[in-house]
């Protein structure tokens, strides 16, 4: 395990710095930067706003206080309200190619092929119980489910 690690330490390094910078420098950074360009480019060039924000200082407290709930609010709306995000969900859903599949792995060498098993075994002890054919059917479409995914192919929606 420890070989292995010192061979993807360099590709877990350049992930962290990657998460490191656009979840946090990059959002300082921009934050910072268009608070810097909009007193200087704005609000010093027009002697009204300039009355109203006297100092930098003051203009950074005022547009941090309003802006951080308005974000939050926008943050909110985005999640809770809009199509917006159900929206970037069903792209994740169509782009992600085990959603409908087995991933490689445990679950496909061990686990289903086990539930597989499990239900076929379930199955012979039914049927000396008699269930019903529809029943049988049924546990027989699940094990032909169950076959598709240990064979690496996807179950349509």
Do not use: C
């Not at 300082?28 to 200082?57: C, G, Q």
């Amino acid at each position: 395990m420890k070989s292995r690690y010192k061979k993807t330490l360099p590709f877990r390094a350049w992930f962290y710095f990657r998460m490191g910078w656009s979840t946090y420098f990059a959002f300082i950074f921009a934050a910072v930067n268009t608070l810097v360009v909009t007193y200087y480019l704005a609000i010093e060039r027009i002697p009204e706003l300039k009355y109203i924000f006297p100092s930098f200082s003051i203009y950074a407290a005022v547009m941090i206080v309003i802006g951080i709930p308005l974000l939050v609010l926008f943050g909110y709306v985005h999640f809770k309200k809009s199509q917006a995000y159900s929206s970037e969900a069903d792209i994740g859903v169509e782009s992600n190619p085990y959603y409908f599949k087995l991933p490689p792995g445990h679950q496909r060498d061990v686990l289903v092929p086990l539930q597989l098993l499990l239900s076929q075994m379930i199955l012979k002890i039914a049927i000396n119980e008699k269930l019903t054919t529809e029943e049988i059917d049924k546990l027989k479409d699940i094990q032909k489910k169950l076959d598709i995914l240990i064979q690496g192919g996807s179950l349509d929606k």
